[in-house]
């Protein structure tokens, strides 16, 4: 059974720093994209960051510049380090990835970015 599980939300204020982790199991998640989405309250579920297999990553506009993504395929791990966080980076944080036509969510984990 696939499971993915986000850890590393936090109340931080505009400018700092957070480091998001996924932690998958019940698959080899080494030849799937793999994504962090976020929605904030009231909004719908968005893209805020996706990598490859290859290791090749993509970003909304929105955070270009200031997030980065990243896998550890050999421990099954996503992360996803925010820099420059805005009140507007605030949400749930989802981690996600698609396997054999299945699309896979955990549970989330919240930023908040307020002073």
């Known amino acids: 059974q696939v499971k993915l599980v986000e850890s590393g939300g936090d109340l931080v204020q505009p400018g700092g720093s957070l480091r998001l982790s996924c932690a998958a199991s019940?698959?080899?998640?080494?030849?799937?994209?793999m994504g962090w989405y976020r929605q904030g309250l009231g909004n719908e579920r968005e893209l805020v960051a996706a990598?490859?297999?290859?290791?090749?990553?993509n970003y909304a506009d929105s955070v270009m510049g200031r997030f980065t993504i990243s896998r550890d395929n050999a421990n099954n791990l996503l992360y996803l380090q925010m820099t420059s966080l805005k009140p507007e980076d605030t949400a749930v944080y989802y981690c996600?990835?698609?396997?054999?036509?299945?699309?896979?969510w955990g549970q989330g984990t919240q930023v908040t970015v307020s002073s």
């Open positions: 019940g698959s080899s998640f080494r030849p799937y994209t």
């Open positions: 990598i490859t297999s290859g290791g090749d990553p």
């Open positions: 996600s990835t698609r396997i054999n036509r299945m699309t896979y």
